[in-house]
Every structure is written in C-alpha cells, then in structure tokens.
C-alpha cells in the first residue's frame, strides 16, 4: 500500500495519525494505559517452565503490549533473586517460595510479589542406575513394569544399606524454598524417611537436622553430572533434567511430582513490590503477554508444544537436545530408559486455571517451611492468609486478564469468575500420602503429618 502526501498540512497530520494509531493499535486496550518503562530485561534459569516467558518474546505477546524485551539466562536461583532485587532485572521466573521467603525475610528480605502463576506440575525425582536396581526389588511389577507411583517405601532397604556400610544418603534440590525441597521432602516423609530439619533461629540453614537422607543444593542443569559423578545418589528438578538422565543413561526417574500431588502449583513471576507501584502500566501488560504465552502452549490439546521444544532448545533458552526437551513437553515421559508412558499434564501452563496466583498456592508453601523448620516458631492461621496476600497478587492479574477478555483475544470462561474468585481453592486432594489440603486451615492441615513440625520450636 502506497501512501501519498499532500502539501496540505492538516492532511499530513491526519495520515500520521492514521500510521501511528495503526502501529500502536495493540496498546489502544480496554483501559490500560501506555507502558510507563518500555524496555525491560528479564531473567530464567534453564528449564522448560520458562516456556512463557520465551513464547512471549518469540511470538510477538510482549512487543503487541510495546514492551521490548530482554531475556537473560541466569546463573542460579539466589543470582537471579538478587539481580530482581537490586533492579538489575525487571522480572523473572522465580520459584514460588522465593517470594515468599524473601517477605518474610528467610535468606533475603525484600519486598518481592507475584501477579502471574507460570505453570502446574513439571518435576521428578531420579535417581543413580545403582539405587535404582536396589529400589526396583521392593516396587510390585505388572506386565513386566514397575507400578507407578513408586512410593518412598522402596527406598528404605537402600538407606539400610547405605547405614550398614556407614555411607550418608545424599540427594540434590535446586534450593532451600525450591518446590523441589519440599517435593522431595514430602515425597520421602511420606514412606516414613526424615528428610530433616532446619532452625534459622540457631543458625542451622544445613536443613539435616534428624535427617536419614541428607539434601543439598545443586543447580539445575548441573544435575546429571553431579549424579554421574556420584556426589549425589539423587535428584529432584525440572525438566529436562531428568529426562537427560535417562538419555545419558545414568539414572532414572522414579516419580513425578504430578504423581506426587496432581497439578500442583510450581513456578511464578516475581517482581518487585516497588516495581509495580511505579510501573502499573507495564505490569498489566507483561503479564497479559505471559497469559497470551501460557494459553498458546496449552491450545488445541498441546498442538504448539513441538514448536516450542524448538524453541526452548535454542542455546540462549534451554539449550538442550530437541528429543530430550520434547520427551515431556509434548506429553509423556519416560522412566526406566524405554519405559515411556503418557502424561498429557507432566507441562500444564494455562489449564485448570494455572497462570491465577491462587492465596491457597501461598500457603501451602509456608506450610512446608513451617514444617521443616524455615519458619522456626508456629504462627496462626491469619498469619499465613496475611504474608499469602501480600505476595500473591490476584488484583493485579485480573487487571490484565479482564483486559484481554475486553479485547476480544480470550474469552472470559477461560478463567476463574472474578466476581466470586476468593483466592482458595477446594479441598485438594490427589497428594500421594492421602493427606488432603485446604489453604483456608493451614495449622490443621500441619497437624495431619506423622513427620513434621507443629506446635514445637527446635
């Protein structure tokens, strides 16, 4: 299409008002006004749930809201928090405790909250080929396959083993409020082995406190070589990285963690408290173009995931083999090498409203760190409402969703009903020890747990 300019000048000025209103036509959204800080940088930790945040940039979701942005892989979880802090990043993928430990200043004290919940499910627990072949004697088999989910239980006569030879247990997590501890920590309390205790209030952040496995941080995409290395007998993280266990062949999988509790809450994005006031604009936004992202990884029954495993195998996102990020992103997964089976939710990014910052998410986080000792003395039930509700902001991802919902591009029985949404969910069940949850009793829910803190202070 050609354009020709008059001498005029009133029509110049019209013309150009037509080019800018049609290049800006995306940003000219039901009330949300012009980003107030347009160019942002972004962080992640190489792992296939920062798949929103790279569909995002790929597709085109942050530039329609005149965002222009960064996004920069970093080189752990406690880097990555400090840089969000210090306004080095303006945003990042963050695991959902990290916001909430650092609000009640366990490790970090700043004011950091969510707006935007970045998927369910997605981890597993491996373990070293050796452990395995001791575990599988004590799994029952069906049709020559160990019956799933594999319970703790089978890792006992191991740990005794281990005892007799005077060797410690040791197992990898990505870090102290990682959903990773308390998956594991859940998992392994659940077949009546102690993962231990912290006491912050001692100056003990070792978390092996009574421990019979002892639990240490490692990175994420350092995992398989630190089990093939056999500084570790076993891990628990994010895909790929148990995945890349079993191509490597030097461990296997043994549980998910959807097996451990379906479609639990797992990643969000953590900004800081001050950002948004500053920037409310650009905060409506970023997180309207990461619920566009959320919602295209999910369509059509998954359709779009062979696309975005090649997406998330470009070095500068994941940087793994297509084949090993596509065997659970396109909804399987595979254990003993060969042994793949389907899991249509291993990923789940926009279903069973995943991206809402649900309180109840909130609080079962504190819950774990209560009952491992992060949070050292017992604290009411008004407590947990309180911090959840400061951090997990549903205000703010409305803002954006009904935005989107106003514009046509989604329609508004893809979410929650925001007129009667109170942030908690129903009584949760699907946890793997039977144990059922609900946000709104957090201390009764404690009490429920052979292992664990309740009333006592360590």
């Known amino acids: 299409m050609s354009i020709r ?29 012009w980003p107030e800080k347009e160019e942002l940088k972004f962080g992640f ?74 998927d369910l499910n997605g981890n597993g627990i491996t373990v ?60 392994l309390a659940s077949g009546g082995i102690h993962p231990g205790y912290y006491a912050p209030h001692k100056g003990d952040t070792s978390g092996q406190i009574m421990a019979e496995v002892l639990l240490s941080v490692t990175p994420p995409p350092q995992m398989p070589a630190t089990l093939e290395a056999g500084t570790i007998d076993g891990y628990c993280v994010g895909e790929p990285w148990n995945q890349q266990a079993v191509f490597k062949g030097i461990g296997v999988p043994v549980i998910t963690d959807y097996e451990i509790w379906k479609n639990n809450p797992e990643k969000v994005f953590g900004i800081t408290q001050e950002f948004a006031k ?47 990020i596509a065997n659970s992103m396109t909804g399987t997964f595979e ?17 069973y409203n995943a991206t809402y910052p649900y309180y109840s998410d909130a609080i079962w986080y504190l819950t774990q760190m209560r009952r491992w000792g992060q949070i050292s003395e017992p604290q009411t039930d008004a407590w947990y409402k309180e911090v959840a509700a400061q951090v997990y902001r549903p205000d703010l991802y409305r803002l954006a969703a009904q935005a989107l919902i106003d514009e046509g591009v989604l329609s508004a029985d893809q979410f929650p009903s925001f007129a009667t949404e109170s942030g908690f969910k129903p009584l949760q069940e699907g946890f793997i020890d039977g144990i059922g949850y609900d946000g709104q009793l957090p201390n009764d829910y404690l009490n429920k747990f052979s292992i664990g803190l309740k009333d006592e202070v360590l």
Not at 145 to 159: E, G, N, Y
Not at 285 to 294: E, S
Not at 335 to 351: A, I, S, T
């Open 5 to 33: 300019f008059s001498k005029n000048t009133k029509s110049i000025s019209t013309v150009l008002a037509i080019l800018i209103a049609s290049y800006w036509a995306p940003l000219a959204s039901a009330d949300v006004g």
């Open 45 to 118: 930790i190489k792992l296939t749930d920062m798949a929103p945040l790279a569909i995002a940039y790929e597709k085109g979701f942050f530039e329609d809201e005149g965002l222009y942005v960064t996004l920069e892989a970093q080189a752990n979880w406690k880097v990555l928090l400090d840089r969000v802090i210090t306004g080095e990043l303006d945003g990042a993928h963050m695991l959902a405790g990290q916001p909430l430990a650092a609000t009640i200043g366990y490790g970090t004290q700043a004011d950091i909250i969510t707006p935007f919940s970045m």
């Open 128 to 187: 070293s080929n050796s452990v395995w072949a001791q575990m599988k004697k004590n799994i029952p088999h069906q049709d020559g396959k160990p019956v799933h989910p594999i319970k703790a239980d089978a890792l006992r006569p191991v740990l005794q083993d281990y005892a007799n030879q005077g060797k410690a247990f040791k197992m990898g997590m990505v870090f102290p409020v990682s959903t990773h501890n308390y998956e594991l920590r859940y998992w």
């Open 278 to 324: 500053e920037n409310p604009n650009t905060t409506t936004r970023l997180v309207k173009a990461l619920i566009r992202a959320a919602q295209w990884l999910d369509a059509d029954n998954n359709a779009n995931r062979p696309e975005a495993v090649r997406i998330l195998a470009k070095p500068n996102y994941v940087g793994a083999d297509y084949e090993v």
């Open 335 to 351: 254990y003993e090498k060969g042994d793949k089976r389907e899991v249509p939710d291993f990923n789940v990014f926009f279903r």
